[in-house]
Nanobody
């Protein structure tokens, strides 16, 4: 069993900053790519940022230069530093990870529980 538990999020004014964190725990053999997605009301879930186990990163164009993804491989955690937040960043943010558990040869995709981020204008 593998779980992703998120922390952080909340309410902030436009131009402010927030930090999201996510920890993977359980029967983990290895963690490959980790990342963050978001889903705004009435819209589909979309990719925000990803980071490989080697540290290579990828960002959605809408957040480039404002958001920074990082990870700690020893702790199986991933974080998202969000700066210069805009009202359009308001969404539920989900962490995600590609994990091979100790009980399987296969890599599975796991989701966190979701964290609300609200940016007021």
């Amino acid at each position: 069993q593998v779980q992703l538990v998120e922390s952080g999020g909340g309410l902030v004014q436009a131009g402010g900053s927030l930090r999201l964190s996510c920890a993977a725990s359980g029967s983990i053999f290895s963690v490959n790519a980790m990342g963050w997605h978001r889903q705004a009301p009435g819209k589909q879930r979309v990719l925000v940022a990803t980071i490989t186990s080697g540290g290579a990163t990828n960002y959605a164009d809408s957040v480039k230069g404002r958001f920074t993804i990082s990870r700690d491989n020893a702790k199986n955690t991933v974080s998202l530093q969000m700066n210069s937040l805009k009202p359009e960043d308001t969404a539920v943010y989900y962490c995600a990870a590609e994990v091979r558990s100790t009980t399987s040869f296969y890599v599975r995709h796991y989701w966190g529980q979701g964290s609300q981020v609200t940016v007021s204008s």
